[in-house]
T-cell receptor, first 112, second 116 residues
Framework: DAKTTQPTSMDCAEGRAANLPCNHS???????VYWYRQIHSQGPQYIIH?????ETNEMASLIITEDRKSSTLILPHATLRDTAVYYC?????????????WGLGTSLAVNP | NAGVTQTPKFRILKIGQSMTLQCTQD?????MYWYRQDPGMGLKLIYY???????DKGEVPNGYNVSRSTTEDFPLRLELAAPSQTSVYFC???????????????FGPGTRLTVL
């Protein structure tokens, strides 16, 4: 299974862009990169996912390098409510297997 | 839609007691999952189900049992509670797509369980 590496913690000023990196150097060709976040004491929340192209939705943008060995989640205008733990996950792919392997994530603190 | 609901929100058990954590989703999702999250850690998969009547073990199934008699419900059973099962339990569901293109999981609010 492909593993991911993320910084333990990051800080960001309110209103600025938050760029959260993730390394997944052992990713295989059919594995997707998923991002979730978990606000304190709540269930995780899906943010975005991608295979090889950059993706954008109402919450964030996902930039995946051409070799797919790393990616960056971008929150364009961080707010205090974006303070959370952000998980980068490479989805295990084996037939009907839909399991996600969760690491420790990056704790993002958005400061006023 | 209520999404994924879990009951109870909190529970304290004594060692050796049993309980069932309830999980219901109203999104007609065929996949459902149970995770546990210990303090400061990521989520670990306990059991999952790909549809009514079908369940399979995840990473940490020991000490737990599940059943899936309907699409909506996926209860998690603890038969003999142990202190090591003190954790926050999350239920999730997702919609399976044939080519596996994106199946984001929707999570419930969690059940905080303490075993003393």
């Amino acid at each position: 299974d492909a593993k991911t590496t993320q910084p333990t913690s990051m800080d960001c000023a309110e209103g600025r862009a938050a760029n959260l990196p993730c390394n997944h150097s052992t990713i295989s060709g059919n594995e997707y990169v998923y991002w979730y976040r978990q606000i304190h004491s709540q269930g995780p929340q899906y943010i975005i996912h991608g295979l090889k192209n950059n993706e954008t939705n109402e919450m964030a943008s996902l930039i995946i390098t051409e070799d797919r060995k790393s990616s960056t989640l971008i929150l364009p205008h961080a707010t205090l409510r974006d303070t959370a733990v952000y998980y980068c996950i490479v989805r295990q792919h084996a037939g009907n297997n839909r399991k996600l392997i969760w690491g420790l994530g990056t704790s993002l603190a958005v400061n006023p | 839609n209520a999404g994924v609901t879990q009951t109870p929100k909190f529970r304290i058990l004594k060692i050796g007691q049993s309980m069932t954590l309830q999980c219901t989703q109203d999104m007609n999702h065929n996949y459902m999952y149970w995770y546990r999250q210990d303090p400061g850690m990521g989520l670990k998969l306990i059991y999952y189900s790909v549809g009514a009547g079908i369940t399979d073990k995840g990473e940490v199934p020991n000490g737990y049992n599940v059943s899936r008699s309907t699409t909506e419900d996926f209860p998690l059973r603890l038969e003999l509670a142990a202190p090591s099962q003190t954790s926050v339990y999350f239920c999730a569901s997702s919609y399976s797509r044939v080519m596996g293109v994106g199946n984001e999981q929707f999570f419930g609010p969690g059940t905080r369980l303490t075993v003393l």
